[in-house]
């Protein structure tokens, strides 16, 4: 009689907290222990293991490709993608950090295991986990996924992997609305100018400014927050700003976003400063919120500050200086940072008793595509926003609702 094939165990790795489970020699975390994602996980890695029994690694045939472990795939091409995935000044750009968000699950399952054995019963496993055990949104579930593949695809063009392995990769589709457990997200909506108005007074002006231009001219917040006078074209009554880097420009498209009178005159209060240097700076905006506490703290005193207090107090931020340095504040923002600045502002509002609904910057873009699409259509909602066909611009621009219910009460 044929032996049963032994079920491994659902255990628990002590250091970690971590549940694990023990296959084929190999340790496979699952989450934290008694969860149940950790249980909903050991079931999906033990019915994987026990219905794909041909998974192993295929007979040395003299094939010309190597015999690589997934972990070793991704070494190399994470090497690449460090080089390939940088701005036009040396820096990483999102990309790099969505990569590597991408690929720590199939790290942690699959690292392993022979890279030429993962076929499309795999990345549904590992699409599976991120949607039980992560949690991730529909979208961000798809594009991680074509993360995976577009790393598989590069092994298969540098010879590491056969061709075999990317095409059946592609045969897995994406996750469709409404017809997944994965979560859905909100569509992101234009945010009232009331709601912009609010926070303004809460948040530093050099961040108060971006929030104006970005409202005024509808660009993307990594636009506004690289802004400089050396890319603005002040020749005319309408200046053009060009960033020297921008979403596309690794396509070779040009970006230019034209500045009107009211974004004139909030720019102008910012280019006392060399043409190379980044007109909105967090160092400038830290020295600002500095001298607002030091004048708070002074209109709240009822003795005057004494040398010897003076003293005192410089040798104290001396000796913590010396214990803990801080990171210096950097010369230009970032989208975080940005959008940081303008969560803190809705926060001091709530405290000072003024109720703010959260948003954030890429609202405004969407608030400007709305406006312009109004008064002007789509035709010119496309060329403020920057976008080369119109259908990417019905993303961002709201339907008219008032204008579908002036017809409709007119002719309907």
């Excluded at 789509?378 to 119109?390: D, M, N, S």
């Amino acid at each position: 009689m044929a032996r049963r094939a032994r079920v491994p165990s659902y255990g628990l790795h002590k250091p970690s907290g971590q549940a694990r489970v023990i296959i084929d020699g190999k340790q496979v975390y699952l989450g934290k222990h008694g969860s149940p994602g950790s249980l909903d996980e050991y079931a999906r890695v033990i019915a994987e293991h026990f219905a794909t029994p041909s998974a192993q690694p295929p007979p040395d045939n003299g094939s010309k490709f190597p015999r690589i472990s997934v972990n070793e795939m991704l070494v190399a091409y994470w090497d690449f993608a460090r080089q390939y995935y940088c701005s036009r000044d040396g820096h990483p750009t999102k990309e790099q950090a969505g990569i590597r968000d991408a690929l720590k699950p199939l790290k942690a399952l699959y690292g392993h295991t022979d890279a030429t054995i993962f076929g499309p019963k795999s990345l549904k496993a590992l699409r599976e986990h991120m949607i039980g055990a992560q949690g991730l949104a529909r979208t961000e579930i798809n594009k991680r996924i074509n993360r995976v593949r577009r790393a598989f695809r590069w092994a298969v063009s540098e010879e590491l992997l056969p061709p075999a392995v990317y095409e059946g990769l592609r045969t897995v589709q994406g996750l469709r609305h409404g017809r997944t457990r994965a979560r859905e997200t909100e569509p992101i909506k234009p945010v009232p100018d009331a709601w912009v108005d609010a926070v303004l007074p809460y948040v530093a002006p050099q961040v108060s400014a971006m929030i104006q231009i970005q409202r005024l001219a509808g660009m993307r917040p990594q636009d506004v927050v690289r802004m400089r006078p050396i890319d603005i074209d002040m020749s005319g009554d309408v200046w053009v700003y060009r960033p020297y880097d921008h979403k596309n420009a690794w396509r070779g498209g040009d970006r230019f976003v034209p500045i009107g009178p009211k974004a004139q005159k909030i720019i102008a209060e910012f280019l006392d400063r060399p043409v190379n240097a980044f007109l909105f700076s967090p160092r400038e905006a830290y020295e600002w919120w500095k001298e607002q506490r030091r004048k708070e703290r002074q209109g709240k005193r009822r003795t005057p500050v004494y040398p010897c207090e003076s003293r005192r107090v410089a040798q104290k931020k001396a000796e913590s200086r010396r214990r803990k340095p801080k990171r210096p504040k950097r010369d230009c923002y970032d989208t975080d940072s940005y959008r940081r600045s303008i969560t803190y502002g809705i926060k001091r509002a709530r405290k000072h008793g003024v109720e703010v609904p959260h948003w954030c910057p890429l609202q405004l873009r969407h608030s400007r595509a709305t406006e312009v699409r109004e008064v002007y259509g789509v035709e010119g909602a496309q060329v403020i926003l920057g976008h080369k066909r119109a259908d990417i611009t019905e993303v961002y621009a709201e339907r008219n609702l008032a204008l579908a219910k002036t017809i409709a009460r007119r002719t309907g």
